[in-house]
């Protein structure tokens, strides 16, 4: 039953040939203060009413409660008590006659997270209608955050999750909002691997031009870095090309760009709930392990995969020892990490920015491009767009109740 829309006139179950009883939806909205849920309810109980179903939202300290029960012999007698009641408490009430429960929810049933910096009433309508025009219908709403960004998710059915993953991620673009469209079930909440690109992801920075900036060659570096993250130019070439500027780097550099590096905002609170909750987080960088290994003891990663720069004679050679974590590499590291972790593809969410992320989003349960480049977001599930990693909770449906409720109301970011 939905709080902001009740249907006055619900279908009998299609699972049953006898007649639907009848029913009476009670509603009540006013001034919210704790007593009167159990006041309502207290109420009805002395006409010995069952239960059906009931929802209670709470807005801007305005609530509406609705009550939906079996109608008893004194039907007329109940509603003048109820309205007796609420005048007493103050509220308006209303008393709806019916039949039965609330209609079944369609088939395709779907979570939608909707982002917003701010959210505006006119993508809510855009997104709503696209949501009715591919035969969905919004069964409930619920907000879970309202800062640094407005988060709701809504339970949709009646679609299927792919149709209505594609329809919303068009109307996103448009509204220049973010939506995550994940199918409903037990799985949503089940055992989950967290694997996160680095740089520009997890940090602000691109460790390669760390080390530039060392050598004194950090304007070469950047140039080839953005062009392999836009997808012009093949990773590990590129990675080959800037790694061979390096040589002769005393190694000792190390030190002074882990101190350099700077965590995204959001990092450690995303990665301390996810934890909280039981969730295995890794990283899969085309970096360095000179970096990723100081991130992993910092965080208290669980798996972490990344390039490794040849030293010798305490000096970078110019080269990189080992298996390349490239494109496809990251994509075989999430394979590998979820296999470890006991944890199905379909249940993995990858996080990334670069082109170099696209296998990974792509063979993830749900892939994620955060503030990533066109190609990327095109490509994704879904998109972030706002400098804060911790919003990816929302789309996993962790409210940002829950993230305060864990860590207290001074952890965000």
């Known amino acids: 039953m939905s ?23 009670v509603k009540v909205f ?34 509406v409660l609705c009550a939906l029960v079996t109608a008893p012999p004194q039907e007329g007698e109940l509603r003048a008590t109820v309205h007796q009641w609420a005048d007493r408490q103050h509220l308006q009430a209303e008393v709806i006659s019916g039949t039965g429960d609330n209609r079944p929810r369609g088939e395709g049933r779907s979570h939608v997270t909707v982002l917003g910096h701010p959210l505006s009433a006119a993508s809510v309508a855009a997104l709503s209608a696209r949501i009715t025009d591919c035969g969905g219908n919004i069964d409930r709403v619920f907000r879970l955050a309202k800062y640094p960004v407005t988060a709701v998710e809504l339970a949709v059915s009646g679609v299927p999750t792919e149709r209505l993953r594609a329809e919303l991620a068009a109307e996103a673009a448009v509204q220049r909002v973010d939506v995550a469209v994940v199918r409903s079930g037990l799985q949503r909440r089940a055992k989950r691997l967290i694997v996160m690109d680095v740089d520009s992801t997890l940090i602000q920075d691109e460790v390669i031009e760390l080390f530039a900036a060392h050598a004194g060659c950090e304007a070469e570096v950047a140039a080839v870095t953005a062009a392999a993250m836009a997808g012009e130019l093949d990773f590990a070439e590129s990675l080959r090309a800037r790694v061979a500027l390096l ?33 295995q987080v890794a990283i899969v960088s085309g970096g ?52 470890a972790a006991g944890v199905p593809l379909e249940q993995t969410v990858a996080i990334g920015d670069g082109a170099n992320d696209l296998d990974m989003l792509n063979a993830a349960g749900l892939g994620v491009a955060f503030n990533a480049k066109p190609v990327v977001r095109e490509a994704a599930d879904t998109a972030v767009n706002v400098p804060f990693l911790d919003t990816v909770l929302y789309l996993l449906g962790i409210s940002r109740e829950e993230v305060e409720d864990a860590d207290g109301p001074s952890a965000a970011h």
């Open 3 to 25: 709080a902001q829309s009740p249907a006055p006139e619900a279908a009998p179950a299609a699972t049953s040939d006898a007649p639907a009883p009848r029913t009476l939806l």
């Open 30 to 63: 006013g001034k919210d203060r704790p007593g009167i849920t159990t006041g309502l309810f207290t109420t009805l109980a002395e006409y010995g009413v069952d239960v059906v179903d009931f929802e209670q939202v709470v807005t801007r300290g305005r609530i």
């Open 288 to 339: 360095f392990t000179q970096v990723t290994d100081d991130l992993v003891e910092r965080l208290g990663l669980d798996f972490a995969a990344a390039n490794t720069l040849e030293v010798v004679d305490g000096k970078f050679t110019g080269r990189v020892v080992g298996e390349i974590v490239d494109r496809a590499g990251k994509a075989r590291m999430l394979a590998r990490f979820a296999e």
């Open 247 to 279: 040589a002769g780097l005393d190694a000792e550099v190390v030190a002074k760009v882990r101190a350099e590096v700077r965590l995204t905002p959001g990092a450690r609170t995303l990665i301390r709930t996810l934890k909280r909750l039981g969730y």
